[in-house]
């Protein structure tokens, strides 16, 4: 989490940079996202900057939070919690969990215009990104007695996975002049790297996580001079 909010804080620093730049985009919106194989969608909302370097090029960033999904309890995910006595009889149970993960996605890159280009009317565009995506991960225990019996001291409710990706893009816009622009793009992303902190956000990663990610964006960006 430390490494979020750290990044969320070098992302508004970078809004803040760019607001001394000649022109600049402020947007806003819903996003989902579907990782391959991982049957829900997770749903979020993002924030961005585009800054313009001529009509047809420029230059974003993108912030998007998704919120959890959770795999249901079930059969396979199980712990064993001994007891706190020796004469607690049973000993050990099994108790099933379920876990819920999400995503925070850090992006950034480049877009080429064609049509009516960045100023004015309707557009498309494309390009390249660059990703830093962090997925953070919790188990909701079955009840059991906690007076009587514990969790063994090696598990661990919490975990995290840090992703560095790259991948392609392509979007529609429409603007009006004085007013701003709407805006649909969809993306795919490959992650290269990924790195589970513990054996708890690697479970996770078995029905919760693809290293192919397809996110959707709607939203509007106001232009600021």
Known sequence: MDRIMKNKLFFAMM??????NAQVGISGG????????????????????????????SFYGRLTTYLPNRDELNTTNYTFVTARELTTIPYQQIVYYSTKMNYVALEGGSRYYIGEGYDSGFGAYGGSNFSVIFNSVKRDYDEFDEVKYALPATEESKGAIFNVG????????YTVAGIGSLYFDVNFSYL???QPSNNT?????????????????????????
């Open 15 to 20: 809004i803040i940079g760019f607001g001394t």
């Open 30 to 57: 819903l996003s989902s996202l579907k990782a391959f194989g991982v049957p829900k969608l997770y749903g979020g909302i993002h924030l961005g900057v585009e800054i313009p370097r001529d009509d047809q090029v």
């Open 166 to 173: 790259v991948g392609l893009g392509g979007g529609l816009k």
């Open 192 to 194: 290269l790297l990924s």
């Open 201 to 225: 956000a690697a479970t996770a990663a078995q029905n919760l996580y693809s290293p192919l990610l397809f996110n959707f964006a709607l939203g509007f960006r106001k232009e600021l001079y």
